[in-house]
């Protein structure tokens, strides 16, 4: 299988694995304070991924520029995104959350043209426009009238926190493997956002549960969120930020159905209406996106463009 083809399966492998955290999280959210489980989970998983990829390949100290981009991604990938993400769906709901997600393939379109100059042609601006359409409908008149929750904002925020983050993937890939970005960028993350856990608890807004079962479903929560982690970080650095994250519309479908079984989240019409706008957008957006992907060797620093 060749490079871009087990990119392709690692990215639908992590957003079905996305599918299944969104429901989860939003049934743990409700035994945990938000930045006390965005701590554990990273701690969690930072020590999962060491255990799956250290052995993988040599590390080696960051150079000064690599520790800012490494700084400035965990920063809004981590720091930004995780605690707004679970304080978004404490005030909203899964089916929301996942879809709200799903119009980051158009935000990444958009980001790549500032910052790659990636060309953006009428279909990517008429697909960006029905993802606006359809996360406006769907946020709007989520419970069946017309409402625009503070949960929902904090989950666009989270949302533009993510995909930000995800941005400093190819210019990191250019200098450091991907075994080391994976290792470095977890523990990092999880030390930003220690102190919030801090101020969390000095408020007295600490939130943990004593029930132990509810604290081991942490352990399959950090595993789905480690290995999707590593499919999603070779994904972007392969095929780039645009093309990868259209692999996010994914997600929504499965926390839709998940969520109404296992939450009882009831699921709208105008839910499913706005879901179809957003894969409608991104399918228009991306028909004619580029197809110059990156080889990456997993474990050393070297990079090697094709077409």
Not at 147 to 176: C, E, Q, R
Request: proline residues 4%.
């Amino acid at each position: 299988m060749s490079s871009y083809r087990s990119a392709i399966v690692g990215l639908i492998g992590a957003t079905l694995c996305w599918g299944l955290s969104y429901i989860m999280s939003a049934y743990l959210i409700n035994f945990f304070s938000p930045a006390f489980l965005s701590f554990i989970r990273m701690v969690l998983t930072w020590l999962l991924v060491l255990l799956l990829l250290y052995r993988a390949g040599k590390l080696r100290w960051p150079t000064r520029q690599e520790w800012l981009l490494l700084t400035a991604s965990s920063l809004f990938g981590t720091l930004i995104q995780q605690p707004l993400y679970f304080s978004g769906l404490k005030l909203s709901s899964a089916a929301n959350g996942s879809l709200i997600y799903a119009v980051a393939p158009l935000v990444a379109i958009f980001m790549e043209r500032l910052l790659y100059k990636v060309s953006l042609t009428a279909g990517k601006l008429v697909g960006g426009l029905l993802g606006v359409v359809g996360v406006v409908i769907i946020i709007s008149f989520g419970g069946g009238q017309f409402s625009l929750s503070l949960g929902d904002l904090y989950l666009v925020l989270a949302m533009l926190g993510m995909t930000i983050g995800m941005m400093f993937t190819p210019l990191l890939v250019k200098t450091m493997p991907l075994t080391a970005i994976n290792i470095i960028s977890g523990g990092l993350g999880a030390i930003l956002i220690s102190p919030m856990v801090a101020i969390e608890s000095y408020n007295g807004g600490l939130i943990a549960t004593n029930n132990a079962s509810i604290w081991l479903m942490l352990l399959p929560l950090a595993l789905i969120t480690a290995t999707s982690g590593i499919w999603w970080t070779r994904g972007v650095a392969v095929t780039g930020p645009g093309t990868a994250s259209m692999f996010m519309n994914i997600p929504p479908f499965i926390s839709l159905i998940l969520g109404h079984f296992l939450l009882g989240d009831e699921i709208y019409v105008t839910q499913l209406l706005g879901g179809a706008l957003i894969l409608i957008g991104v399918f228009i957006s991306n028909r004619n996106a580029s197809k110059k992907v990156v080889q990456v060797n997993e474990t050393t620093s070297t990079t090697e463009a094709t077409t």
